[in-house]
């Protein structure tokens, strides 16, 4: 089964949560969770010399949703076996097995499972496994005004783009095999040097 | 399609789903503040069974920059999952009309809770926000009898439509009440808006056409583009925008963004931000003009060719010893050089990125310089708009593939109709510049050619009926709130009031009378692009107006029966769905789209849309660049006018120059105001809202809350920290927001999002975070146009009581 994977362009993605939105609306998502997130990077100082400002500000933003990880911490992290790989190689939930214990939670590096209360269960992205088997794209890809997202079989995404996946403030991406592919943005390397952070963690 | 059996279970589940968000919500009418999240778990609890229908339409999108296709999934009647443009191929001539997150957001705006359901009339204070429901037959008799008396007692120039945006296809909004009025008699008109005001009015002194602007695919010829205070990928200026601006980077054009904030744009469309101080850009491009110049950097040939007013060669008669726009740029007349040092202590850009700036701009060829309409809402708007325009036209970058004239930039080629529905004629001749309403309130019959009255040498009333359709200008989206509040609160000034809209807005609480629309999915419409696009959209009727609401056009065609002039108004008895034939197929394919299929075509094929693909991009300004003797512009001269006669004529030129000028404005940081206020506030347009539409709708405001943005350094010696509650004032009012405390934006100004639902507290201090408690009322010296973002207030952190 093949591994599937997202490409998300940083260089290109403008924080404007048309993924997210599409995400919730065809997923029906309450707000208690975001089964896709969109991080603010934000770095840099100001320095200000006789009214001029020199040196400038730096931020991007990173759109994540579940990377469908060749080495799922998750699913090793579930006592119940309800985070497992289905059918169609995704990383999916049996909300009948899932006691709602959030050990996936705390296992994911991506924060991709998350607890909803209103359905007493721990929920995550499945791909939009419905519109994959069909040939579909996810939701959110389909949704990006500017074509940052795409979606595929990891081969696939990586002919088209390389295999870059690592960028900053992300999890060493060795431990995890994420199926994500990341075209940087200009201002990654100096993010990583100034050891950037997300901007407002409460907005996640 | 069974239309009617259809029809029939539509509204009988939709009823039962307004039900079950009532019974969840309780009394919801009169509710002050925000909700829980209600709405979202009555969206993700509701299972529909029934058979799935897809239809393609039109984005309700208000007025929004974009225009984009969303295929709605309908179940029963209740619209279950909004998806978009899925087309094949999305090429650059043809790309698909991906919707953003207001439009993938709408269910949570279409079956919100608070939803206006029937007839209300005032029973408390105006503006107190009581309600009665009433029925619809008393409504119209209310409507009847009050324009009726304002009519027989004032004329119908006592009577207002005001501008508003809140539901905006060809069909639905304003329109339909202008065309009643005017079939009765007329109504005061006004000219212009909010959007655009000075560059509206500027750009044509320059060019002597809005049509400045290629069409957008040509973006992808350029070497070099300027997003200055623009800001495409957050604000929507055309759907696509920010993905051509992406494509153009790919085909290797530089980009650099000027603007106060680190925009959404800043960070994904260009490869440099420069901040710069809000009003301070005409101070930047002076100072590029000086480098280019002085650095003989002109495109000289297109200036001797095109250009009039440049320097002392080629002014305008009886001018001949004016001052050019080259002396002012040298400084020749008032011995200032208008040198990046100059323009360094001005607007905080070093003087050596000036330089750099202009350089580049000058000499790689075909460059864009995109000016956003943010820099125009403000104190000396049309400044700015001019000495843009004058930059691409010293450079040669007008009438060539990949360059750009800059100004309002309407598209070359064919720009959209924005309204087709026919309004008739108004008998009533005076229009007043919008943004003047108030005035002509309180002093209407005062209000003149210097207020910029046209059609009339005075007005001979002052308002004193106010019918607002879709519309949240009358207390939310105008200018100075506390004054705005005190006018129509003032029942002997506005002696009625009616508001007609899907929600109590702010506005709708000062109304006597709430009358409720439906939305633009319940109702039929035609849609086309907004400044760009090659589109129509079909809007047809989804879902069935829930409870009593009932579409704009069928009010309209309801109160015309009462007046006696049902016949007129509807035409011979068209419906929403007929006019929507007419307008297609009489209308779009008898004017730009002959090609474009019939009416009946369209709707059974489930397109939601026609485009015309644009491989060969139209340039704007082409055959008069080729041959300005042959092709002149309208201008006096026929030619590009960096000095213009017409304003000269104004002898106004300390607020109207001649030439473009930067001009300290009224309220600045220079100035003695600042001691008191020192941060300039600006209130971009937000990702969650267009204007003040969905504010309430939680699934945008939960992705982007209201915020008072602040930089870490204002924050620091104010002690504020990020996600304090602050609370924002100046002379005019106060508000009180939570903040962010960001990097992201120039020291000394704070950015408060506009369009938040202003909600008073007792003190009469916003709790919504509206910058409109703050702004004034002052006019634009030429256009009378809105100057929303020249405002000066102090932040400190709030302390209750």
């Given at each position: 089964m093949p591994q599937y994977a997202f490409h998300i362009d940083t260089s290109a993605?403008?924080?404007?949560?048309a993924c997210q939105a599409a995400c919730r609306d065809k997923?029906?998502?309450?707000?208690?969770?975001?089964w896709r997130r969109v991080y603010e990077i934000e770095g840099g100082n100001w320095e200000q010399k006789d009214g001029v400002f020199t040196s400038l500000p730096f931020s991007y933003f990173i759109s994540l949703s579940?990377?469908?990880?060749?080495?799922p911490v998750c699913v090793k992290a579930c006592p119940t076996t309800a985070m497992h790989i289905g059918r169609n190689g995704i990383t999916v939930i049996d909300s009948k097995l899932c006691?709602?214990?959030?050990y996936c939670e705390w296992a994911c590096p991506y924060s991709a499972p998350q607890y909803d209360p209103t359905r007493k269960s721990m929920t995550k992205c499945d791909l939009c496994e419905d519109y994959v088997i069909t040939g579909k794209k996810p939701a959110c890809v389909d949704a990006c005004p500017v074509r940052a997202l795409d979606f595929g079989t990891y081969s696939e995404m990586s002919e088209k783009y390389g295999t870059e996946n690592e960028l900053?403030?992300?999890?060493?991406?060795v431990s995890y095999d994420p199926g994500m592919i990341i075209k940087p943005h200009r201002d990654a390397a100096r993010a990583k040097n100034e050891n950037a952070v997300v901007a407002d963690k409460k907005e996640i | 399609m069974n239309a009617v059996t259809e029809k029939t279970r539509g509204n009988s589940f939709s009823r039962r789903l307004f039900v079950k968000l009532s019974a969840l919500t309780?009394?919801?009418?009169?509710?002050?503040g925000k909700k829980s999240d209600d709405t979202a778990s009555v969206l993700s609890g509701y299972l529909a069974s029934g058979e799935e229908k897809i239809i393609r339409t039109g984005c309700p999108?208000?007025?929004?920059g974009g225009r984009c296709l969303l295929k709605v999934h309908v179940r029963d009647g209740i619209i279950t999952r909004i998806e978009t443009d899925d087309r094949p191929g999305d090429d650059v001539s043809d790309p698909r009309l991906r919707a953003c997150i207001r439009g993938r957001s709408y269910r949570a705006r279409q079956y919100h809770?608070?939803?206006?359901?029937y007839p209300l009339k005032r029973?408390?204070?105006?503006?107190?926000g009581k309600f009665e429901r009433i029925s619809w037959d008393e409504a119209y008799d209310i409507m009847h009898r009050e324009i009726s008396r304002v009519v027989r007692q004032?004329?119908?120039?006592?009577?207002f439509i005001p501008y508003g945006t809140g539901s905006y296809t060809n069909?639905?909004?304003r329109w339909p009440a202008v065309r009643l009025l005017n079939l009765l008699g007329g109504s005061l008109g006004y000219y212009n808006s909010y959007s655009w005001a000075c560059t509206n009015i500027a750009t044509p002194y320059v060019?002597?056409?809005?049509?400045?602007?290629?069409?957008?695919?040509?973006?992808?010829?350029?070497r070099y583009i300027i997003l200055w205070g623009w800001n495409p990928a957050e604000?929507?200026?055309?759907?696509n925008s920010a993905w051509f601006i992406k494509k153009a980077r790919e085909k290797g054009a530089r980009t650099v963004c000027i603007d106060p904030r680190m925009s959404m744009s800043a960070v994904a469309l260009a490869d440099e931000w420069i901040p710069i101080r809000p009003g301070t850009d005409a101070a930047m491009m002076s100072a590029m003009a000086w480098v280019i110049i002085s650095e003989k950097l002109t495109d000289d040939d297109f200036i001797r060719r095109c250009c009039s007013g440049y320097d002392s060669t080629q002014m305008p008669k009886g001018c001949e010893n004016e001052e050019s726009y080259k002396d002012y740029i040298l400084g020749t007349?008032?011995?200032?050089?208008?040198t990046p040092q100059w323009a360094e202590k001005i607007t905080a850009v070093p003087a050596a990125t000036i330089t750099r700036i202009a350089r580049e701009y000058a000499t790689l060829k075909p460059a864009v310089l995109y000016q956003g309409y943010g820099m125009q809402r403000?104190?000396?708007g049309e400044q700015v708009v001019r000495a843009g325009a004058a930059l691409s036209a010293i450079t040669g970058?007008?009438?060539?593939?990949?360059?750009w004239a800059s100004g309002?930039?309407?598209?070359?080629?064919g720009e959209p109709?924005?309204?087709?529905?026919?309004?008739?004629?108004?008998?009533?001749k005076a229009r007043i510049p919008v943004f003047l309403w108030t005035e002509a309130i309180i002093r209407g019959k005062e209000m003149g050619a210097a207020e910029g009255?046209?059609?009339?040498?005075?007005?001979?009333n002052n308002i004193k009926l106010i019918w607002s359709?879709?519309?949240?200008?009358?207390?939310?989206?105008?200018?100075?709130i506390n004054r705005t509040i005190k006018i129509i609160g003032d029942e002997k000034l506005v002696e009625f009031i009616a508001v007609q809209d899907n929600f109590l807005t702010p506005s709708a609480k000062y109304a006597d009378l709430v009358l409720p629309a439906c939305t633009q999915f319940e109702t039929w419409g035609v849609e086309d692009g907004w400044k760009y696009g090659e589109e129509v959209f079909l809007t047809p009727q989804i879902v069935d107006p829930p409870y009593e609401t009932k579409s704009d056009y069928r009010i309209c065609a309801d109160l015309a029966k009462r007046f006696g002039v049902w016949d007129e108004f509807t035409a011979g008895g068209k419906d929403e769905k007929a006019w929507a034939e007419w307008i297609i197929n009489e209308y779009y394919r008898k004017t730009r789209f002959p090609e474009m299929p019939k009416f009946k075509e369209l709707l059974e094929s489930n397109a939601g849309v026609y485009v015309r693909p644009v491989s060969e991009p139209v340039v704007a300004l082409a055959a008069f660049r080729k041959d300005p003797g042959k092709h002149?512009?309208?201008t006096p001269t026929g030619k590009i006018e960096l000095f213009s006669k017409p304003l000269f004529d104004?002898?106004?030129?300390?607020?109207?120059?001649?030439v473009p000028k930067y001009i300290t404005e009224?309220?600045?940081?220079?100035?003695?105001?600042a001691e008191k206020y020192p941060l300039q506030a600006i209130g971009h347009h937000y990702m969650p809202r267009v204007h003040s539409t969905h504010d309430n709708n939680e699934m945008t405001m939960n992705a982007f809350p209201q915020k008072v943005y602040i930089n870490e350094t204002d924050a620091g010696k104010r002690n504020i920290r990020n996600g304090d509650m602050v609370r924002v004032w100046n002379d005019r009012g106060a508000l009180v927001a939570k903040c962010k405390v960001t990097s992201k934006i120039l020291p000394g100004v704070i950015d408060i999002p506009q369009g938040a639902w202003y909600n008073p507290g007792?003190?009469?201090?916003?709790?919504?975070?509206?910058?409109n408690i703050l702004t004034t009322e002052r006019w634009t010296?030429?256009?009378?146009?809105?100057?929303?973002?020249?405002i000066m207030v102090q932040v400190e952190k709030y302390r209750k009581g």
């Amino acid at each position: 089964m093949p591994q599937y994977a997202f490409h998300i362009d940083t260089s290109a993605c403008s924080g404007c949560k048309a993924c997210q939105a599409a995400c919730r609306d065809k997923n029906n998502v309450g707000f208690d969770v975001k089964w896709r997130r969109v991080y603010e990077i934000e770095g840099g100082n100001w320095e200000q010399k006789d009214g001029v400002f020199t040196s400038l500000p730096f931020s991007y933003f990173i759109s994540l949703s579940c990377n469908n990880c060749g080495n799922p911490v998750c699913v090793k992290a579930c006592p119940t076996t309800a985070m497992h790989i289905g059918r169609n190689g995704i990383t999916v939930i049996d909300s009948k097995l899932c006691i709602g214990c959030k050990y996936c939670e705390w296992a994911c590096p991506y924060s991709a499972p998350q607890y909803d209360p209103t359905r007493k269960s721990m929920t995550k992205c499945d791909l939009c496994e419905d519109y994959v088997i069909t040939g579909k794209k996810p939701a959110c890809v389909d949704a990006c005004p500017v074509r940052a997202l795409d979606f595929g079989t990891y081969s696939e995404m990586s002919e088209k783009y390389g295999t870059e996946n690592e960028l900053h403030p992300l999890p060493d991406p060795v431990s995890y095999d994420p199926g994500m592919i990341i075209k940087p943005h200009r201002d990654a390397a100096r993010a990583k040097n100034e050891n950037a952070v997300v901007a407002d963690k409460k907005e996640i | 399609m069974n239309a009617v059996t259809e029809k029939t279970r539509g509204n009988s589940f939709s009823r039962r789903l307004f039900v079950k968000l009532s019974a969840l919500t309780g009394a919801l009418l009169l509710r002050k503040g925000k909700k829980s999240d209600d709405t979202a778990s009555v969206l993700s609890g509701y299972l529909a069974s029934g058979e799935e229908k897809i239809i393609r339409t039109g984005c309700p999108a208000h007025n929004c920059g974009g225009r984009c296709l969303l295929k709605v999934h309908v179940r029963d009647g209740i619209i279950t999952r909004i998806e978009t443009d899925d087309r094949p191929g999305d090429d650059v001539s043809d790309p698909r009309l991906r919707a953003c997150i207001r439009g993938r957001s709408y269910r949570a705006r279409q079956y919100h809770p608070d939803r206006l359901k029937y007839p209300l009339k005032r029973t408390g204070k105006r503006g107190e926000g009581k309600f009665e429901r009433i029925s619809w037959d008393e409504a119209y008799d209310i409507m009847h009898r009050e324009i009726s008396r304002v009519v027989r007692q004032y004329g119908n120039s006592a009577l207002f439509i005001p501008y508003g945006t809140g539901s905006y296809t060809n069909l639905n909004g304003r329109w339909p009440a202008v065309r009643l009025l005017n079939l009765l008699g007329g109504s005061l008109g006004y000219y212009n808006s909010y959007s655009w005001a000075c560059t509206n009015i500027a750009t044509p002194y320059v060019y002597g056409t809005l049509n400045t602007g290629n069409q957008r695919q040509d973006w992808l010829n350029s070497r070099y583009i300027i997003l200055w205070g623009w800001n495409p990928a957050e604000m929507i200026d055309g759907t696509n925008s920010a993905w051509f601006i992406k494509k153009a980077r790919e085909k290797g054009a530089r980009t650099v963004c000027i603007d106060p904030r680190m925009s959404m744009s800043a960070v994904a469309l260009a490869d440099e931000w420069i901040p710069i101080r809000p009003g301070t850009d005409a101070a930047m491009m002076s100072a590029m003009a000086w480098v280019i110049i002085s650095e003989k950097l002109t495109d000289d040939d297109f200036i001797r060719r095109c250009c009039s007013g440049y320097d002392s060669t080629q002014m305008p008669k009886g001018c001949e010893n004016e001052e050019s726009y080259k002396d002012y740029i040298l400084g020749t007349r008032d011995g200032i050089p208008k040198t990046p040092q100059w323009a360094e202590k001005i607007t905080a850009v070093p003087a050596a990125t000036i330089t750099r700036i202009a350089r580049e701009y000058a000499t790689l060829k075909p460059a864009v310089l995109y000016q956003g309409y943010g820099m125009q809402r403000r104190a000396y708007g049309e400044q700015v708009v001019r000495a843009g325009a004058a930059l691409s036209a010293i450079t040669g970058n007008i009438g060539i593939p990949g360059g750009w004239a800059s100004g309002l930039a309407s598209q070359a080629g064919g720009e959209p109709f924005w309204t087709t529905f026919p309004m008739g004629d108004n008998p009533v001749k005076a229009r007043i510049p919008v943004f003047l309403w108030t005035e002509a309130i309180i002093r209407g019959k005062e209000m003149g050619a210097a207020e910029g009255v046209r059609g009339a040498d005075r007005l001979d009333n002052n308002i004193k009926l106010i019918w607002s359709v879709a519309s949240n200008i009358l207390v939310n989206q105008h200018s100075n709130i506390n004054r705005t509040i005190k006018i129509i609160g003032d029942e002997k000034l506005v002696e009625f009031i009616a508001v007609q809209d899907n929600f109590l807005t702010p506005s709708a609480k000062y109304a006597d009378l709430v009358l409720p629309a439906c939305t633009q999915f319940e109702t039929w419409g035609v849609e086309d692009g907004w400044k760009y696009g090659e589109e129509v959209f079909l809007t047809p009727q989804i879902v069935d107006p829930p409870y009593e609401t009932k579409s704009d056009y069928r009010i309209c065609a309801d109160l015309a029966k009462r007046f006696g002039v049902w016949d007129e108004f509807t035409a011979g008895g068209k419906d929403e769905k007929a006019w929507a034939e007419w307008i297609i197929n009489e209308y779009y394919r008898k004017t730009r789209f002959p090609e474009m299929p019939k009416f009946k075509e369209l709707l059974e094929s489930n397109a939601g849309v026609y485009v015309r693909p644009v491989s060969e991009p139209v340039v704007a300004l082409a055959a008069f660049r080729k041959d300005p003797g042959k092709h002149p512009l309208s201008t006096p001269t026929g030619k590009i006018e960096l000095f213009s006669k017409p304003l000269f004529d104004m002898k106004q030129p300390g607020e109207i120059p001649a030439v473009p000028k930067y001009i300290t404005e009224w309220e600045s940081p220079f100035g003695s105001e600042a001691e008191k206020y020192p941060l300039q506030a600006i209130g971009h347009h937000y990702m969650p809202r267009v204007h003040s539409t969905h504010d309430n709708n939680e699934m945008t405001m939960n992705a982007f809350p209201q915020k008072v943005y602040i930089n870490e350094t204002d924050a620091g010696k104010r002690n504020i920290r990020n996600g304090d509650m602050v609370r924002v004032w100046n002379d005019r009012g106060a508000l009180v927001a939570k903040c962010k405390v960001t990097s992201k934006i120039l020291p000394g100004v704070i950015d408060i999002p506009q369009g938040a639902w202003y909600n008073p507290g007792e003190d009469g201090t916003d709790f919504g975070g509206n910058i409109n408690i703050l702004t004034t009322e002052r006019w634009t010296p030429l256009a009378k146009g809105n100057p929303q973002h020249t405002i000066m207030v102090q932040v400190e952190k709030y302390r209750k009581g």
